[in-house]
């Protein structure tokens, strides 16, 4: 007889099922709130509900089933520090006198100036957006990481729990707790104060 292969699930495709609950609840909490001007509070325990019974479904499902957590996280453990900027810019930086005088020659100096300056601005906005999306790259991956870890530490007990669906209920109701009692917490507390 062979001996069953655990299944495991990958971090990318946890990720993707976490930006899809994301998505879900943002869309159910929209469509729902049409027709109803509800609170903020209202709509933070709404998404949460949803999330929370997401999560929990899927958490049970894993544990009953066994599942494992296959980690595929890119390595960026080779990056050392200072390397990305490593330019030291002599001094200060000064700015000049931009009068150009009356006349012809400073009306055509000023037009230079001016398409000079605005080319700068443009680049500046260029350099502004990469940064932006380099932090939005940042973010993405350390919620990737966030949502991997808490699901590993769930999915450690898988062995225990596999073909178990009373503990793997318990496990999932515990851990969902944890995970989402904190956040409906601080709402509450932000309601009553």
Do not use: C
Request: aromatic share 18%; glycine share 8%.
């Amino acid at each position: 007889m062979k001996a069953s292969k655990k299944p495991y699930l990958k971090g990318k495709t946890i990720f993707i099922i976490s930006l899809i609950v994301i998505a879900v609840t943002a869309v159910t909490v929209w469509l729902t709130g049409i027709n109803y001007k509800r609170a903020l509070t209202s709509n933070f325990y709404i998404s949460l509900s949803i999330i929370g019974t997401l999560l929990f479904a899927f958490m049970t499902y894993g544990l009953y089933k066994g599942l494992g957590l296959q980690d595929d996280f890119p390595n960026y453990r080779n990056y050392t520090k200072g390397s990305l900027f490593n330019y030291q810019a002599p001094g200060g930086f000064d700015s000049t006198d931009t009068d150009v005088g009356d006349g012809l020659s400073g009306l055509i100096v000023s037009i230079l100036l001016w398409i000079v300056m605005s080319i700068l601005i443009l680049v500046a906005m260029l350099l502004l957006e990469a940064i932006f999306w380099f932090s939005l790259f940042i973010i993405i991956m350390m919620l990737y990481w966030v949502f991997f870890r808490a699901l590993r530490q769930v999915f450690k007990h898988a062995n225990s729990t596999s073909d178990n669906f009373t503990k793997a209920v318990a496990y999932s109701l515990s851990y969902t707790f944890l995970y989402l009692g904190w956040i409906f917490g601080i709402v509450f507390l932000t309601e009553i104060i």
